[in-house]
């Protein structure tokens, strides 16, 4: 407990824990950070999103994203559109449901009959 009470009283750094670059005091990596950075949003707007950071926090990592600023914009660029694939393959398997907040509600609970016929799991209603 006093190594942690320690770092955490320490000065900031960026340090890799395997999952890329992140401050020394938190679980916020570079990444994290990134796509405030490309929008141009200020400390204190990034600080309303995670309020655990500090402006030494922030400025340290917004510091290493500038030496590296074509290197992680292009890697943020490739997750963004990741994403966006994932989230238009999920579209396709499973088209959103439209209609009055009644009739989704009817649609769902229909669908989950179905499925609890055809699992067993429970008795249809």
Known sequence: MAKLK????????LIDRGRGL?????????ADLVPYFRRGATYEEIIR???I????EIALAE????RHKFELD???RRVMEHREEQ????????PPLEGTPEEIRAKLRE???????????????
Request: charged letters at 30%.
């Open 6 to 13: 320690a770092a955490m009283n320490s000065e900031p750094r």
């Open 22 to 30: 992140q401050l020394s005091t938190s679980r916020i990596t570079v």
């Open 49 to 51: 999103w995670i309020p």
């Open 53 to 56: 950071l500090t402006p030494q």
């Open 63 to 66: 510091a290493h994203y500038r």
């Open 74 to 76: 292009e890697k943020d």
């Open 87 to 94: 989230t238009r393959l999920q579209h396709l398997r499973f």
């Open 111 to 125: 669908r989950l009959r179905l499925r609890e016929g055809k699992n067993g799991d429970r008795n249809p209603a």
